[in-house]
T-cell receptor, first 109, second 120 residues
C-alpha cells in the first residue's frame, strides 16, 4: 500500500531551527509537496521537490532523497506564527496526491 | 497567487437537510477541482476529483449519491451533502488546479479556505 510517515507533533523554541521529516512509500513518484496548515484553515503551499537535493526559499528549505524515500522541511529563525501543522504530500504514478497525517509544530517563547 | 473562495465558511444544520458548498476560482480557470474532507487531527482525505464539464470521479468509500458534485464552469464547483447526518460533520476543503487531473502536477493545487459543517 501507499504510506506517508511524519511525526505527529514537535516542539521548538522561538528563534531556533527545526527539521520535520517525511518518509514515503508510494507506487511511483512525481514530486513531493510541503504545505502549512494553521488550525481551522486550509493548507497553503510551501514547496515542491521532484529532484534530489535542497530547495531553499527564505526561512524554509525542503530536501528530497528519492532513493531513500525521504524528505525534510527545515524551518529557520522560528517565529510564533510558524506554529501550525505541516503536511507532506507525494504525487504518485497516477499524479494523485497521497497525504501524510501532518506534523503539529508547537513554538514556545 | 491564485485565489480560491469557498462559501459558506460555517454551516450548522439539522439532520436530514441538504447543504450546498460552493468553490470558486477567482483569478484563474480551474480545469480540475478537488474536494477534500478533514476530521480533527487527521490528514486531508480526497473525496472526489472533477474536471469541468464531465462527471466527478469519486474515491473508494465515498457515496456519489450522497455527495453530489457539479463542476459546471471553469470557475465554479459545488458540493451538495444530501440528507446530512451528524457523522457528516467535518471540515470540507476544495482546491482548484489549472491543469487536468491525471496529468503532471508541476504546480500546486490552490486551496479554498474551507467550510466547517456541523450537523445536529
Amino acid at each position: 500500500g501507499q504510506n506517508i510517515d511524519q511525526p505527529t507533533e514537535m516542539t521548538a523554541t522561538e528563534g531556533a531551527i527545526v527539521q520535520i521529516n517525511c518518509t514515503y512509500q508510494t507506487s511511483g513518484f512525481n514530486g513531493l509537496f510541503w504545505y502549512q496548515q494553521h488550525a481551522g484553515e486550509a493548507p497553503t503551499f510551501l514547496s515542491y521537490n521532484v529532484l534530489d537535493g535542497l530547495e531553499e526559499k527564505g526561512r524554509f528549505s525542503s530536501f528530497l532523497s528519492r532513493s531513500k524515500g525521504y524528505s525534510y522541511l527545515l524551518l529557520k529563525e522560528l517565529q510564533m506564527k510558524d506554529s501550525a501543522s505541516y503536511l507532506c504530500a507525494v504525487s504518485d504514478s497516477n499524479y494523485q496526491l497521497i497525504w501524510g497525517a501532518g506534523t503539529k509544530l508547537i513554538i514556545k517563547p | 497567487g491564485a485565489v480560491v473562495s469557498q462559501h459558506p465558511s460555517w454551516v450548522i444544520c439539522k439532520s436530514g437537510t441538504s447543504v450546498k458548498i460552493e468553490c470558486r476560482s477567482l483569478d484563474f480557470q480551474a480545469t480540475t477541482m478537488f474536494w477534500y474532507r478533514q476530521f480533527p487531527k487527521q490528514s486531508l482525505m480526497l473525496m472526489a476529483t472533477s474536471n469541468e464539464g464531465s462527471k466527478a470521479t469519486y474515491e473508494q468509500g465515498v457515496e456519489k449519491d450522497k455527495f453530489l458534485i457539479n463542476h459546471a464552469s471553469l470557475t465554479l464547483s459545488t458540493l451538495t451533502v444530501t440528507s446530512a447526518h451528524p457523522e457528516d460533520s467535518s471540515f470540507y476543503i476544495c482546491s482548484a488546479y489549472p491543469g487536468l487531473a491525471g496529468g503532471p502536477v508541476r504546480e500546486t493545487q490552490y486551496f479554498g479556505p474551507g467550510t466547517r459543517l456541523l450537523v445536529l
